[in-house]
């Protein structure tokens, strides 16, 4: 199996603290039954901005301690790029997964659709595939994969109001937080109803967490997280594991969706293409 999300590199984002805890993590991973694992820190402007050459080298260095350990893994480099509107600033030197044509992002929580579906275009126009990280728990990314007749018209919000920290769709995806404000409401619905008018690149690939299939994240990305799965949309599979506390707990508790889900399985097994670069119309896909 690959997992195709994981911030398995110690000290370089929100993921573990120290390389003891990485092995820890690396550890539950195998003996769930990954033998690749795509490790993927953030890149959020201002606050996570890791050259992809000190990521391979972090790649590099932990795989060492790794082998050394009798750890039965093999990393692959990778990071999950935040789709605001300072992506711009890392599009040009984007690193995909492994030697891979995919780039792992995320939709900010909140974030208008017209924003998210612009940045992931310049993956494509780089000549990469964008792989949408967990859909199931982005607000955003749900409405803009729902069936036409299943979105339902949201009332309209005035979007000229432009104040002095800019239009209200800077101002929205800038609350990262977490769920909207009662102030926020408005906006967020908004988003949600202008999600009906913007798409996604059609090279877009769609990656889901095991958490989400056993409620880690709550109810709701688990009742999405299996529509989606019903509904054929994800290519692959990713542990998202952030920390070594809860990992043996998280996939102890997935490996029983994973064997009784053939369509779980499946994704799992799941091997991107290899090559980098070129043009962006993957007849493979």
Request: net charge negative; charged share 20%.
């Amino acid at each position: 199996m690959i997992d195709y999300h994981c911030h398995l590199l110690p000290g370089l984002d929100d993921g573990p603290d120290s390389v003891d805890e990485s092995l820890e993590m690396a550890r539950a991973l195998a003996a769930f039954g990954f033998r690749e694992v795509h490790c993927t820190p953030h890149c959020i402007a201002g606050q996570y901005e890791i050259p992809p050459v000190e990521v391979r080298e972090a790649v590099r260095r932990l795989q060492a301690r790794l082998d050394q350990a009798g750890v039965a893994l093999t990393l692959r480099s990778g990071m999950e790029y935040y789709l605001d509107d300072c992506f711009e600033r890392f599009a040009a030197n984007l690193l995909p997964l492994g030697e891979s044509r995919v780039v792992l992002c995320e939709a900010p929580p909140l974030a208008p659709a017209e924003l998210v579906s612009e940045m992931a275009g310049l993956i494509v126009v780089q000549g990469f595939v964008p792989l949408i990280a967990h859909p199931e728990r982005s607000e955003v990314v749900w409405h803009m994969l729902r069936p036409h007749g299943d979105r339902q018209e949201l009332p309209a919000v005035d979007t000229n109001d432009e104040v002095s920290s800019g239009p209200w769709w800077r101002r929205l995806f800038n609350r990262t937080t977490g769920a909207a404000t009662d102030d926020a409401a408005p906006e967020a619905h908004h988003s949600s109803l202008i999600a009906q008018y913007a798409a996604l690149p059609e090279e877009s690939l769609f990656q889901a967490n095991l958490g989400s299939f056993v409620g880690f994240y709550g109810p709701q990305p688990q009742r999405r997280a299996y529509e989606l799965l019903q509904r054929g949309v994800y290519r692959c599979l990713a542990s998202d594991l952030h920390e070594g506390r809860s990992a043996a707990a998280l996939l102890d508790d997935a490996r029983g969706k994973l064997d009784y889900n053939p369509a779980l399985r499946k994704l799992g097994e799941f091997r991107a293409p290899q090559g980098q670069g070129g043009n962006s119309q993957l007849a493979f896909w």
